[in-house]
T-cell receptor, first 116, second 111 residues
């Protein structure tokens, strides 16, 4: 079946603009994660959903970052008033239902955001 | 989640085994060892995971020491397509399963 998809693949924004990044997880996957990857670094956790519930948002760097998953499938990461330090690749991952302690996360290709 | 340490880079000749080490001396009893890799410009890809016993799948083998303080990922016959950054992580999985990637090991497979 189809893997995790993300759109757009590339986004260029002017400083101060709002952006919205979309993630389509694998069908049936309950858990969804967002990560941020700066150039030359490993991905860093942003937030986690179980169905539509956002259970952990401890990694969101500021209140300009907002994520939602209203129907428990597609998720959107929104960044308001973008800054140059927001430039990074934003990765989405989904995994099998909870209760399985060894969930494998399946990652999308990421959205590369460049803020000018 | 336990912190892991890996060498920043390694080279391997094509066709030879690649052995990638990882230290996780503070791993807790309910944390699994996960390995992912990231090929340039792609999202991370799951390779293998284990708790106590050695594991093998079609991609690799995972050797975990008896005290669980370190592990080795083995790619038995490395190809040029295995050139990537390899991440070793310890995670409880499930709802506690956000992965802490670190910087990983850049493996370069050379002809």
């Amino acid at each position: 079946g189809a893997g995790v998809s993300q759109s757009p693949r590339y986004k260029v924004a002017k400083r101060g603009q709002d952006v919205a990044l979309r993630c389509d997880p694998i069908s049936g996957h309950v858990s969804l994660f967002w990560y941020q990857q700066a150039l030359g670094q490993g991905p860093e956790f942003l937030t986690y959903f179980q169905n539509e519930a956002q259970l952990d948002k401890s990694g969101l760097p500021s209140d300009r970052f907002f994520a939602e998953r209203p129907e428990g499938s597609v998720s959107t990461l929104k960044i308001q008033r973008t800054q140059q330090e927001d430039s990074a690749v934003y990765l989405c991952a989904s995994s099998f239902p909870p209760g399985h302690m060894t969930d494998t996360q399946y990652f999308g290709p990421g959205t590369r955001l460049t803020v000018l | 989640d336990a912190k892991t340490t890996q060498p920043p880079s390694m080279d391997c000749a094509e066709g030879r085994a690649a052995n990638l080490p990882c230290n996780h001396s503070t791993i807790s009893g309910n944390e699994y060892v996960y390995w992912y890799r990231q090929i340039h410009s792609q999202g991370p890809q799951y390779i293998i995971h284990g708790l106590k016993n050695n594991e093998t799948n079609e991609m690799a083998s995972l050797i975990i020491t008896e005290d669980r303080k370190s592990s080795t990922l083995i790619l038995p016959h490395a190809t040029l397509r295995d050139t990537a950054v390899y991440y070793c992580m310890a995670s409880q999985g499930g709802s506690q399963g956000n992965l802490i990637f670190g910087k990983g090991t850049k493996l370069s497979v050379k002809p």
